[in-house]
Every structure is written in C-alpha cells, then in structure tokens.
C-alpha cells in the first residue's frame, strides 16, 4: 500500500495562489513592474519555505536530503526578501533573478520526479517532467536573451504560474486525505 504524506492542504493552497497570481499577470501584464512584486516576493518565500522543508523532511526519513531542494529555497527565499525589501531594484534585478529562480526551481523539482511518480502516479510524474524541462528552457532563454526577459516578462511569468499552480493543485489532491 502506497504511503503518503498529510501536507496535501499546503500544496493545494499554493497551488490556487500561483493560479490566480499567474491568471491577474496575463490581465495586467505591466503591473509586474509595480505592484505585484510584492506579491512575487510573498510566493518566492513561501515556496521557498517549502523546497526547505521538503530537504529536512526527506533528509530525516533518508538519513541525507536533495541538495537541490535546500539551494533553491534559499535562493527563492533570497529573491522574495530582496523583492520585499527593494521593490525599485526589484525591477532591474527581477531580469537576473527570475531565470536563476526558474532554473533552480525547475532542477529542484526534477530531482524528486520519483517520489512524484510514487505519490501521485503517473500522470502527476509526466505532467511535472514536461513542465518543469519547459521552465528550463525558459529560464535559459531569458538568461541567454535578457532583452527576451525584459519584453515577455509579464506573460513567462503569467503562463508559468499558472502551469505551476496546477502542478501544486495536482500534487495537492494526490496528497490529500492520507496519514502518515
């Protein structure tokens, strides 16, 4: 019998978060530069919350954790306090952060494809491979061309918010509902 953890909740919450942070950037795809760095700052902390969770919670059950997921957090954690912080410089730094972030993100979370395929099956598994393999390119892009990143700033984020809110919502119900 598949054992799965309680922290379907958390997954599912951040999920409908990302949605709708992705669903108002493709609205108002300008208000990146203002107001909504705040908010991406939020999520950028919080997810990072999370990836550093995942490392202590996987490395307690294992006896060692994916380093992957310990760098990411910190570096989402890094990006959110200095979009809170600076939100003026956000604006120019958002251009060098977000494809850091993307990559990292993206490795992190291709680093634990199994433990996806084994708590969610496989549909969850391919849905997370293509999108996260998707963040990689669009994080190597934006580093590549960073005219690129400045011009599509606002709809990259938007579609990718979006696809990674339903990867959390997914892997939020896969969750949800077992003991530990």
Same mark, same amino acid.
């Given at each position: 019998?598949?054992?799965?953890?309680?922290?379907?909740?958390?997954?599912?919450?951040? &999920? @409908? /978060?990302?949605?709708?942070? =992705?669903?108002?950037?493709? $609205?108002r *795809? !300008?208000?990146i530069?203002?107001? +909504?760095l705040?908010?991406?700052?939020?999520?950028?902390?919080?997810?990072?919350?999370a990836?550093?969770?995942?490392?202590?919670?996987?490395?307690?059950?294992?006896?060692?954790?994916?380093?992957?997921?310990?760098v990411? &957090? @910190? /570096?989402?954690v890094?990006? =959110?306090?200095?979009?809170? $912080?600076? *939100? !003026?410089?956000?604006?120019m730094? +958002?251009?060098?952060?977000?494809?850091?972030?993307?990559?990292?993100?993206?490795?992190s979370?291709?680093?634990?494809?199994?433990?996806?395929?084994?708590?969610?099956?496989?549909?969850?598994?391919?849905?997370?491979?293509?999108?996260?393999?998707?963040?990689?390119?669009?994080?190597?892009?934006?580093?590549?061309?960073?005219?690129?990143?400045?011009?599509?700033?606002?709809?990259?984020?938007?579609?990718y918010?979006?696809?990674?809110g339903?990867?959390?919502?997914?892997?939020?119900?896969?969750?949800?509902?077992?003991?530990?």
């Amino acid at each position: 019998m598949r054992r799965r953890s309680g922290f379907g909740w958390f997954d599912l919450i951040i &999920g @409908i /978060l990302l949605v709708l942070l =992705g669903i108002l950037t493709f $609205v108002r *795809p !300008g208000m990146i530069l203002t107001g +909504l760095l705040y908010l991406y700052g939020i999520i950028a902390v919080v997810m990072g919350i999370a990836d550093i969770l995942l490392y202590i919670r996987v490395e307690r059950y294992t006896g060692f954790g994916p380093i992957v997921s310990m760098v990411s &957090g @910190i /570096l989402s954690v890094m990006a =959110g306090v200095m979009l809170l $912080v600076y *939100p !003026g410089t956000g604006v120019m730094v +958002l251009s060098l952060l977000l494809p850091i972030w993307f990559i990292a993100h993206c490795i992190s979370r291709l680093s634990h494809l199994s433990m996806i395929r084994v708590v969610s099956g496989n549909g969850a598994y391919y849905f997370s491979l293509i999108l996260n393999i998707i963040g990689l390119i669009l994080g190597f892009m934006m580093i590549l061309r960073p005219w690129f990143s400045l011009a599509a700033t606002g709809w990259i984020i938007g579609l990718y918010l979006i696809l990674l809110g339903i990867d959390s919502i997914i892997m939020g119900l896969g969750n949800m509902g077992m003991r530990r």
